[in-house]
């Protein structure tokens, strides 16, 4: 095909114009994330610490706090692959003696102001030696979130408890009531650093 020197001029032109267009935008840059629109308040980042004990890392975080309400948010990370977390349903003292829960509570200064659910479904699986099932999380992380409300300024703490096994390496030791401490403020909540 033989295009006129018009036809390709015009063409080069308006590809020019294009990428020069894309380059400007580029530059100018998403500022919505750097940047509350104009009259909105601006939102600080949310307080957020992990810790790492008996083959798990749990992060937790402090989100959308506003007139002394917030969500906790816990994610239970299994340091190897092929491990799995207890329901949040299952007994305190698991069943028949095997597993315990996934559980986050809070006590101080902070209540819950619901109930902890997680974003996992339940599956059930068969333990040797015990003749109920147990019901557990998908191998992999877990996210748990908790409703929570300031009872005023001053000291909380998180006590978060866990066990993580696998089918094939058998169970972690379980942790019971790990304790992170927070401070509540005017200026919202805040995890201690020490």
């Known amino acids: 095909m033989n295009l006129s020197p018009r036809i390709t001029l015009t063409r080069t032109t308006r590809t020019v114009a294009a990428l020069l267009s894309l380059a400007a935008l580029t530059a100018c840059g998403d500022r919505s994330a750097d940047a ?24 937790l975080s402090v989100a959308d706090w506003q007139a002394s309400k917030g969500t906790l948010t816990a994610v239970f990370t299994p340091e190897k692959k092929g491990f799995h977390l207890y329901s949040t349903e299952l007994p305190p003292a698991g069943v028949e003696g095997v597993g315990r829960p996934t559980a986050v ?29 147990m019901p557990v999380y998908p ?8 409703p929570v409300r300031a009872d005023g300024t001053g000291d909380a703490t998180v006590l978060l408890g866990y066990a993580s096994c696998s089918a094939k390496e058998g169970c972690t030791i ?8 927070l401070r509540l403020t005017d200026d919202g909540p805040t995890f201690d650093t020490h």
């Open 105 to 133: 509570d809070v006590t101080g200064v902070l209540k819950s102001d619901g109930k902890l659910t997680a974003a996992a479904d339940v599956r059930s699986i068969s333990v040797p030696g015990v003749d109920a099932p």
């Open 139 to 146: 191998d992999g992380p877990v996210t748990t979130t908790l």
């Open 174 to 181: 379980p942790v019971a009531d790990h304790p992170v401490h």
């Open 36 to 59: 509350a629109p104009a009259g909105a308040a601006a939102q600080a980042p949310a307080p957020t610490t992990s810790f790492t004990e008996n083959g798990v890392t749990v992060t």
